[in-house]
């Protein structure tokens, strides 16, 4: 009987051994990390993942009640390690109802996380040591940097990576300290350009930095709210854009309509090709006014002192110009009040004189750079007539009674021409050089009539 009394006291002794050993030990710290919308892509394989980051001198086992091999992969990020475990969540036959998942490090209890784990989740976890201000300041700074970078106080961040880069173990543990440093140093310069273009409205342009300072620190909450902000104010912006601009284009309003399209342009609105389309319809509508392409010009010829010129003067191309002049005569002629001649003898200047063309203009130099700079363009045409004539009224001598012969001698005139225009703001200078080629010559008339024109203009352009 005291040998089996020595026994059963041996092993109550030995059971309360072991628990007083196993609540000696230190207690994991475990926090969930999971960011927001996490998703495992897995097509349409029925798995989730779990994941577990360590920064710890440790490793961990792990293990699973349901699953007698874990599909667990390995890898290390800068100083953590990251421990991917693939889990089924369907299997025909099988629950994983009360599924849980067991983390044992040494010198730390136990630790169990509950996994009730639906299609394509995503879990991710921190493992850390609670006592880890115990550990070398090395790892201590470097965490503290991991955690400063992640919240994007990068400044801070690189003050502690300094300080872990003072320690001995630097040199003796592969570690990422100097790539997560120039990563700090490329993130702070984004973010203060990201700032800028918001400063000035620019919002395409900051969603498109915050979108890629996101793939390069994922887990800032910081980033991720300043990518909201500006893709909510870019979208806001695009949408005013397009529908003020629309709405100045449908009243007629073509320069403030034009100032927002190009806007939309620039910032890549999502509405760029009805931004363009409309943009294009109002160039061309204004083009004659943006290039003050028009004009209209006083023409003085002493033989035909009344005349006008209209003519468009185009920066990029060439245009056409119609000139028509006449003198005083012509007037005459149609009121009926002019006094013929009573005699047949060819008078030496006409009665009444017109002449008209109709040709192009040609861009010689034109400059952009200020609106007083001289603008000058060639004008040309073949198409070109003069008219003039005469009247007679002569006694005819085979009546008894006092009757008249009246007689209208026109005369008619190829008239080709060539010459150059200048304009400086909106005044616009012309000479035209006119060459006549007389069809039916009545001398001395026709050598009056038939000599070469200078033609002198000026005018003003709108």
């Known amino acids: 009987m005291k040998s089996v009394k020595y026994i059963l006291t041996a092993f109550v002794l030995a059971i309360m051994t072991q628990a007083s050993g196993q609540s000696q030990l230190k207690t994991l710290r475990v926090t969930d990390i999971t960011p927001e919308l996490s998703v495992y892509p897995c097509g349409d394989r029925h798995e989730a993942q779990v994941v577990l980051r360590c920064q710890e001198p440790f490793d961990l086992v792990l293990s699973s009640n349901y699953d007698t091999k874990l599909d667990l992969t390995i890898t290390t990020e800068g100083p953590e390690k990251v421990y991917s475990i693939v889990f089924k969540t369907k299997e025909e036959g099988t629950s994983f109802k009360g ?6 490090a040494e010198g730390f209890q136990k630790y169990y996380i509950p996994l009730n784990l639906s299609d394509k989740e995503k879990l991710e976890y921190l493992v850390t040591d609670p006592y880890s201000k115990l550990r070398s300041l090395f790892y201590t700074a470097t965490e503290e940097g991991v955690a400063l970078f992640i919240y994007g106080m990068y400044d801070e961040a690189i003050d502690r990576f ?14 990422h300290l ?20 918001v400063d000035s409205k620019n919002y395409y342009e900051a969603r498109a930095l915050y979108l890629k300072m996101m793939s ?3 887990e800032c909450s910081l980033i991720k709210e300043l990518y909201t902000q500006a893709n909510e104010n870019y979208q806001r912006v695009s949408k005013h854009d397009i529908e003020v601009a629309q709405a100045y284009f449908d009243s007629k309003r073509y320069d403030e309509a034009r100032e927002l399209y190009e806007h939309a342009i620039a910032q890549n609105n999502p509405q760029s090709s009805l931004a363009g389309i409309n943009l294009a319809t109002i160039k061309l509508k204004r083009y004659k006014a943006d290039n003050h392409t028009r004009s209209v010009s006083y023409i003085f010829e002493p033989d035909c002192n009344i005349g006008i010129m209209f003519a468009g003067f185009k920066p990029d191309k060439s245009g056409g110009y119609f000139s ?7 007037i005459d002629l ?21 002449m008209t063309s109709a040709g192009w203009t040609f861009r010689l130099y034109t400059s952009n750079r200020n609106q007083y700079i001289p603008k000058v363009w060639a004008l040309f045409t073949p198409i070109s007539y003069a008219v003039c004539g005469y009247n007679t009224k002569i006694p005819d001598t085979t009546s008894k009674d006092e009757q ?14 060539i010459g150059l225009a200048v304009r400086s703001w909106r005044i616009i200078l012309s000479y035209r050089f006119q060459y006549r080629y007389v069809l039916n010559k009545e001398t001395p008339l026709s050598d009056n009539f038939g000599s070469p024109k200078n033609l002198f203009g000026i005018g003003f352009c709108w």
């Open 334 to 354: 149609i009121s009926q009040s002019i006094d013929p001649l009573t005699t047949e003898i060819v008078p030496e200047k006409p009665m009444y004189q017109a």
């Open 99 to 104: 599924r849980q998942l067991t983390i044992v």
């Open 216 to 218: 390069e620190n994922p």
């Open 404 to 417: 008249y012969t009246e007689n209208y001698h026109i005369m008619h005139a190829l008239a080709p021409e």
């Open 162 to 175: 300094n300080i872990a880069k003072q320690c001995p173990e630097y040199d003796e543990t592969d570690n």
């Open 324 to 330: 028509f002049g006449f003198e005083k005569g012509c």
């Open 178 to 197: 100097d790539e997560y440093i120039a990563k700090c140093d490329t993130l702070k310069a984004q973010m203060k350009q990201a700032q800028q273009y």
